[in-house]
């Protein structure tokens, strides 16, 4: 199955990216630059990929994270939805192939699940991989429905079942992988930091980052 990849990206600027984690915002920073690499390794590895990166006047920041085969594009103004659909329908203005859209904080997050994922998409108008805390972190398009970017609460808890809901009541036919897990809350880096402990080749560079991080002489 042919397909492409778009990564939503916000620019590591400190005091305005993982928020969330009590770091300090010079490590949250860092932490979002090893994450931003990570994915993008991943992704490129797999299929086509291009970034779309926020804040649109900040990609100078993200550009020297990404190999030269990697495409970067800048973000619209407004809300997730509303940026995610405006990036789908930049490349469906290009290329009909199909698209998963992903972000940088499910770091381990199979390869075997992102390519299930995309076969899905021979048979189904949309796929969508949830989050343990009611996002998601993977949806797939065969072509670009914006109903799915409408009328979801985003950054709630609600946001994978509104998104059905929305593709149910336009008829559209749906894949559901396994539930997997991102990043936003401490416990969750907690958890990824257990992870690649064990297997750092998931996301090398987080776990580079995160193994500096617990070395009080790196802070």
Excluded: C
């Excluded at 499910?106 to 992102?114: D, F, K, N, V």
């Excluded at 299930?116 to 972190?137: K, Q």
């Amino acid at each position: 199955m042919t397909f492409r990849i778009l990564i939503m990206a916000k620019a590591p600027i400190p005091g305005t990216v993982k928020t969330r984690l009590m770091l300090l915002p010079k490590d949250a920073a860092g932490l979002q630059t090893a994450l931003i690499s990570d994915a993008v390794e991943k992704a490129r590895t797999l299929a086509r990929t291009t970034v779309a990166g926020a804040p649109p006047d900040r990609l100078d920041l993200i550009r020297p994270l990404l190999p030269g085969d990697v495409s970067l594009i800048a973000q619209v103004p407004g809300g997730l939805g509303d940026r995610m659909l405006a990036g789908v329908r930049t490349l469906f203005a290009a290329s009909s192939t199909p698209i998963l859209i992903l972000g940088t904080d499910a770091p381990t997050l199979p390869t075997e699940a992102i390519t299930e994922a995309a076969t899905a998409l021979e048979s189904r108008d949309i796929t969508i991989i949830p989050s343990i805390d009611g996002g998601y972190v993977l949806l797939g398009l065969r072509r670009p429905v914006g109903v799915v970017f409408r009328g979801v609460d985003w950054s709630t808890e609600v946001v994978f079942r509104q998104t059905l809901r929305r593709a149910d009541e336009a008829g559209l036919a749906v894949y559901e992988g396994d539930p997997w897990y991102d990043v936003d809350e401490p416990e969750d880096l907690v958890r990824l930091g257990e992870d690649l402990g064990g297997h750092p080749e998931l996301a090398p560079r987080t776990a580079d980052f995160l193994k500096g991080l617990q070395d009080p002489r790196a802070r």
